[in-house]
């Protein structure tokens, strides 16, 4: 079955200093890729996604690139800043199933705190 | 407004007692998801919902029921809680492209339950 796998936390950071939240995943198909951020109290929103080998999603000066041979989807950020303090999902979906069955399989989370 | 709305958004109850959670979305979204949140296990499936006479269990389907009253509602019963049922409920809505490419979810801001 699919699974992920992410980095355990909590992970603690200054500001300005360079993050990378390791993602690795088990597919039996050609899954799409995505990081899903929560912020305190909210409901989980897409942050960033790639959909084939080799691609790279990037937003809000986050980066992931999507590695089919090392299996991994790793997020990176070269300077964090104290609102990037939130918890990370990293998530598949397999379209092997099909068209249509869209599911997302998810991490456990990463907490990130950033100190100013 | 939210797009994808959750009541009540904290419940307090006890063990054996029935419960509702509701979910309505405004993105004329086909599917719709629901999915609990516990500490260190990330997010799991529940059920899902590709239109409003498709009805499909998730990872973890026992102990819960749902009824799709329309494209944009999408409930959530717990016919007896238990206390291993306290955790944070999300409801999420996607809307899948022609292409077989998965799309993102959007979440609700979640449901906080507590079963006494």
């Known amino acids: 079955g699919n699974s992920v796998t992410q980095m355990e936390g909590p992970v603690t950071l200054s500001e300005e200093a360079f993050l990378t939240i390791n993602c690795t995943y088990t597919a039996t198909g050609y899954p799409s890729l995505f990081w899903y951020v929560q912020y305190p109290g909210e409901g989980l929103q897409l942050l960033l996604k790639?959909?084939?080998?080799?691609d790279k999603g990037s937003n809000k000066g986050f980066e992931a690139t999507y590695r089919k041979e090392t299996t991994s989807f790793h997020l990176e950020k070269g300077s964090v800043q104290v609102s990037d303090s939130a918890v990370y999902f990293c998530?598949?979906?397999?379209?092997?199933?099909?068209?249509?069955?869209?599911?997302?399989?998810f991490g456990t989370g990463t907490r990130l705190t950033i100190i100013p | 407004d939210a797009d994808v709305t959750q009541t009540p958004r904290n419940r307090i109850t006890k063990t054996g007692k029935r419960i509702m959670l509701e979910c309505s979305q405004t993105k004329g979204h086909d599917r719709m998801y629901w999915y609990r949140q516990d500490p260190g296990l990330g997010l799991q499936l529940i059920y899902y919902s590709f239109d409003v006479k498709d009805i499909n269990k998730g990872e973890i389907s026992d102990g819960y029921s749902v009824s799709r009253q329309a494209q944009a509602k999408f409930s959530l019963s717990l016919e007896s809680a238990i206390p291993n049922q306290t955790a944070l409920y999300f409801c999420a809505t996607s809307d899948p492209q022609g292409t077989g490419i998965s799309n993102e979810q959007f979440f609700g801001p979640g449901t906080r339950l507590t079963v006494l």
């Open positions: 790639a959909t084939k080998a080799d």
């Open positions: 998530a598949l979906s397999d379209r092997a199933s099909g068209f249509g069955n869209e599911k997302l399989t």
